[in-house]
């Protein structure tokens, strides 16, 4: 059974940074692109970053991009998201996904998630 | 950017009865669609991919349509637990993948 445990989330203040952690079990980690998806308290879901396996492609959603790095080790079947430059507007659930397959120029979608890891940016 | 507009905002329907929940892509997203079902406090869950594909262990009562830039998923038969927020995300081209605003199923 495919597990996704995320870790890392907690209350930070503006312009602050945190880690995010993913644990996975039940796969083969190295084979597979992963993501992070986040969701805002009471609103929807928001690609954040997408990580191919071997680490070479990583690909980021506009508000993210030069603040947040996505990063794996396989040797450890562990998938990071390291957040710099907080602002109150991450302030979100963070949840692991695993890609259905690879991501290509038209096929990226997610069949396993973790439960989720909530971060909240407020001082 | 593809922006994923879904409708109705919220859907109220009876146990037992059918539910019709759409998707529109502000351009074509060919079949390069998928939906998720998330209920309070969990993660989301894929439920259809391709557009049309159940995914693994979805039951039958879910069934999704459509191409291009309209999209319909059904649950022909609502179930208690089927009572949830359902999602759209288009995956044709990206970056960025990005999702509907979800739609609430609620109980009438």
């Known amino acids: 059974e495919v597990q996704l445990v995320e870790s890392g989330g907690g209350l930070v203040q503006p312009g602050g940074s945190l880690r995010l952690s993913c644990a996975a079990s039940g796969l083969t980690f190295s084979h597979y692109w992963m993501s992070w998806v986040r969701q805002a308290p009471g609103k929807g879901l928001e690609w954040v970053a997408n990580?191919?396996?071997?680490?070479?492609?990583?690909y980021y959603v506009d508000s993210v991009r030069g603040r947040f790095t996505i990063s794996r080790d396989n040797a450890k079947n562990s998938l990071y998201l390291q957040l710099n430059s907080l602002r109150a507007e991450d302030t979100a659930v963070y949840y692991c996904a695993k890609v259905l397959g690879y991501c290509t120029g038209s096929s990226c979608l997610f069949d396993y998630w973790g439960q989720g890891t909530l971060v909240t940016v407020s001082s | 950017e593809i922006v994923m507009t879904q409708s109705p905002g919220p859907l109220s329907v009876s146990p037992g009865e059918r539910a019709t929940l759409s998707c529109r892509a502000s351009?074509?997203?060919?079949?390069?669609l998928a939906w998720y079902q998330q209920k309070p406090g969990q993660a989301p869950r894929l439920l259809i991919y391709g557009a049309s594909t159940r995914a693994t262990g979805i039951p039958a009562r879910f069934s999704g349509s459509g191409s291009g830039t309209e999209f319909t998923l059904t649950i022909s038969s609502l179930q208690s637990e089927d009572f949830a927020v359902y999602y759209c995300?288009?995956?044709?081209?990206?970056?960025?993948?990005?999702f509907g605003q979800g739609t609430k199923v609620e109980i009438k």
């Open positions: 995300q288009q995956y044709n081209n990206w970056p960025p993948l990005t």
């Open positions: 990580i191919k396996q071997d680490g070479s492609e990583k």
């Open positions: 351009q074509s997203v060919s079949t390069n």
